[in-house]
C-alpha cells in the first residue's frame, strides 16, 4: 500500500471601503498546500445527531470501525499526524486525549488540524452541535 494525496488550505478575503470617488482594496490570503507521500489513512462517514459517536482502535487491532486500506489490511495508527472533518450542519470532531485538538464544521466545510498524537489509543468522537442529524466525513492520517 502506498499514500499519496495533500492537504489544501486557502484563505482568502477582499475588504473594501469607498470614500469621496476613492475605492480602497485590501487583499487577505493565506494558503499553503502539503504534499503527503507517506503514511496511512483512514475515513469514517455516516449520520451523527447530538448523540456522541466514538471510533477509536477495536480488540484485534484496526481503527475507525475496522477500516481497511486499499490493499484489505486493517489500518492501525503509531501516530496520529492529523485530521478533517467535512459536516453538512455544525459538526465537531475531537481527539479526547488532546483536549485542545478538535475542529468544526458546518455547511460542508472542510475543517482540518494538525497533531502530533503518539498516544492513538484513544477514540475518537463526532457529535453534532445542534438539535437534528446530519451526514459527516472523518480522515485521520498518520504513521
Do not use: W
Not at 451523527?48 to 486499499?70: H, K
Amino acid at each position: 500500500m502506498s499514500v499519496a494525496g495533500s492537504i489544501s488550505v486557502a484563505v482568502d478575503f477582499n475588504d473594501t471601503a469607498s470614500d469621496e470617488g476613492l475605492e480602497v482594496l485590501k487583499k487577505i490570503r493565506l494558503a499553503s498546500n502539503t504534499a503527503v507521500t507517506s503514511g496511512k489513512i483512514a475515513i469514517a462517514s455516516g449520520t451523527v445527531s447530538t448523540a456522541v459517536i466514538e471510533y477509536g482502535p477495536p480488540a484485534g487491532g484496526g481503527f475507525l470501525g475496522g477500516y481497511r486500506d486499499a490493499s484489505g489490511d486493517l489500518v492501525a495508527f503509531d501516530t496520529i499526524t492529523g485530521f478533517a472533518l467535512q459536516a453538512d450542519a455544525k459538526t465537531s470532531a475531537s481527539q479526547p486525549a488532546a483536549a485542545s485538538h478538535f475542529v468544526v464544521s458546518d455547511n460542508d466545510e472542510v475543517a482540518f488540524t494538525r497533531v502530533q498524537l503518539s498516544d492513538v489509543g484513544e477514540n475518537f468522537r463526532v457529535q453534532k452541535l445542534s438539535a437534528g442529524t446530519c451526514n459527516f466525513s472523518l480522515v485521520i492520517y498518520g504513521t
